[in-house]
């Protein structure tokens, strides 16, 4: 089977180094917003060394191409960093993009370069521009050819810098990481963030009891085509208020449930992850873990805390109908019948993009802020070893945040043994 199953549902015994943190949008912060935040993320009681900030963006707010002001915050609270360059934007408007980063490693040196986990290229670009978030309205994408255009332009950029060695990705839903006409992004990627919330899996059984198999179905997905690229986790969670979302019911307790079940079983596996988000007051739905500097539920994991899987991996079957419904199966293990997994049809959430992480200068970008966004994708998309399915639905709403397109669909296609 692939190794990224049997990594993701196979459990573990102990907790593997990873690293752990939380977005950080780029709208109305300055130095003493990010040093403050980044300080409570870092002392905040249950959650062991989330010490790492996810940027969009390497522009500071309200300028052209300054540097932006989370570094020097993340080096004065040792705060580890995933850069991000916004990229849904034309090239003399990447350009400044390219001017901040090379300013940041000129100004900062190596006391910046230490503490750079990656460098992400964009977030959501490819999702922006496929059917389900071009129905969405959720704005301004990028082509698979002008992405790997501007990683190469990145790459060029750091070419014998303090962050030379440092790795070149890009952030996207599960749903465009699986379809072939990106997979040119992937073969120029040195990691894959993937964002995921089955809170908006509007027509998958998308309730808390079943939130954290499709969470992890969907990242075995990318698994699959991602070249042997690790996959970070740069965007999940759960809301604590807001609508109910098919089956999904914002409430303190699940998600605390699907913080044990998915945040939790990605620090026992070691798996690089920044959640989303550390405080969300006032937004609706409200995916904070934290108001006023305190937890909001228990975010301590145990050594066998998160979710695995109810059967072995000895043996698998798959089959689809017309309709484009997908059963699994797994061999107990035992040889006492075989257990069967959720039957699900394929599904997809509007890309709900918040204003709040839209770079300064970014111009033609902000129509991803739209929230609310209904989206309804009807056609016959293929699956893993014949699968097929029919239909992609879903709203989406998030505000202040991180521009996250949550095409987060569903299709339980064969598991290769």
């Known amino acids: 089977m692939k190794s990224s199953l049997l990594a993701i549902l196979g459990g573990a015994s102990s907790a593997l180094a990873a690293v752990r943190g939380f977005n950080y949008a780029s709208q109305g912060q300055d130095y003493n917003g ?3 935040q980044f300080k409570t993320a870092a002392s905040l009681a249950g959650a062991s060394d989330f010490t790492s900030a996810r940027l969009y963006t390497m ?26 360059l916004w990229a849904s934007v034309d090239q003399s408007t990447f350009d400044n993009e390219i001017t901040a980063l ?7 040196g190596s006391s910046f370069a230490d503490l750079v986990v990656g460098i992400s290229v964009g977030s959501e670009d490819l999702y922006r521009i496929s059917p389900t978030g071009i129905a969405a ?27 030379g060695t440092k790795p070149v990705g890009h952030v996207d839903t599960w749903n465009v990481f699986v379809n072939d006409t990106n997979s040119k992004v992937i073969s120029n990627c040195d990691f894959l963030g993937l964002d995921e919330y089955p809170y908006y899996q ?6 808390i009891d079943n939130s954290s198999f499709l969470f992890f179905q969907a990242y075995d997905r990318v698994s699959a085509v991602a070249q042997g690229k690790p996959i970070w986790v740069t965007e999940s969670g759960w809301p604590t208020t807001g609508p109910t979302s098919n089956l999904a019911v914002a409430s303190v307790d699940d998600a605390e449930t699907f913080w044990q079940g998915v945040a939790c079983a990605l620090e026992n596996r070691g798996i690089n992850f920044w959640w989303y988000i550390l405080a969300d007051e006032g937004a ?65 959430a509007a890309g709900a993009g918040p204003s709040g992480a839209v770079p300064a200068g970014a111009t033609g970008s902000s129509g991803a802020g739209a929230g609310g ?35 987060i669909g569903a299709l339980f296609a064969a598991l290769v043994l």
Request: charged share 5%.
């Open 34 to 36: 990010f040093a403050s």
């Open 59 to 84: 522009i500071q707010e309200g300028t052209t191409n300054t540097p932006i002001d989370a570094i020097q915050a993340a080096i004065d609270t040792n705060t580890t960093l995933l850069l991000g």
């Open 102 to 108: 090379k300013s940041a490693i000129q100004q900062y």
């Open 137 to 163: 309205g959720s704005g301004v994408g990028q082509s698979p050819d002008t992405l790997v255009n501007y990683i190469g332009q990145v790459r060029d950029t750091i070419k014998g810098t303090s962050l």
């Open 202 to 207: 509007t027509t998958d059984t998308n309730s």
């Open 284 to 348: 609706s739905p409200s995916f904070g873990v934290s108001s006023n500097g305190k937890p909001l539920y228990n975010l301590a994991c145990n050594s066998t805390a998160g979710y695995t899987s109810t059967s072995s991996a000895s043996s698998s079957t798959a089959t689809a109908s017309k309709n484009g419904t997908a059963t699994a199966s797994h061999g107990s293990g035992s040889g006492s019948g075989s257990a069967t997994l959720s039957t699900v049809t394929a599904s997809g």
């Open 373 to 407: 966004a209904t989206a309804t994708q009807n056609g016959g998309a293929t699956g893993t070893n014949g699968a097929t399915h029919s239909t992609f639905t879903g709203a989406a709403t998030k505000a202040q945040g991180s521009m996250a397109g949550l095409a």
